[in-house]
Nanobody, 127 residues
Framework: QVQLVESGGGSVQAGGSLRLSCAASDATYSSGCMGWFRQSPGKEREKFASFNTLLGPTYAVSVQGRFTISRDNAKNTLDLQMNSLKPEDTADYYC?????????????????????WGQGTQVTVSS
């Protein structure tokens, strides 16, 4: 049973926008932590945004002010609006879900607490 499916990736020029969506099964959508990760060749996987059921969304400095995540309860999706895209945003993007957890006191931080992953979608930003 597929529990998370990302969609919306593609190619865009620098400064442009893309919207990704992560569709979840009912059980997965109720997870305490849902997050967006990305990984580009030669780099470590980065968690840049997450949503937890206690505090709502949080963002990494690298995307703060440019990316916004939101939940659509009618569709069971965690959406990612990406604006002012930069070439360094080029990566494979993944969504993930897991029970509410803390790492070093920070809710939903890191990757180890996430136990359900999507297959990923590619984003390419050209200069």
């Amino acid at each position: 049973q597929v529990q998370l499916v990302e969609s919306g990736g593609g190619s865009v020029q620098a400064g442009g926008s893309l919207r990704l969506s992560c569709a979840a099964s009912d059980a997965t959508y109720s997870s305490g932590c849902m997050g967006w990760f990305r990984q580009s060749p030669g780099k470590e996987r980065e968690k840049f945004a997450s949503f937890n059921t206690l505090l709502g969304p949080t963002y990494a400095v690298s995307v703060q002010g440019r990316f916004t995540i939101s939940r659509d309860n009618a569709k069971n999706t965690l959406d990612l609006q990406m604006n002012s895209l930069k070439p360094e945003d080029t990566a494979d993007y993944y969504c993930a879900a897991g029970p509410l957890f803390r790492t070093s006191g920070i809710w939903c931080d890191g990757a180890t607490g996430y136990n359900v992953w999507g297959q990923g979608t590619q984003v390419t930003v050209s200069s």
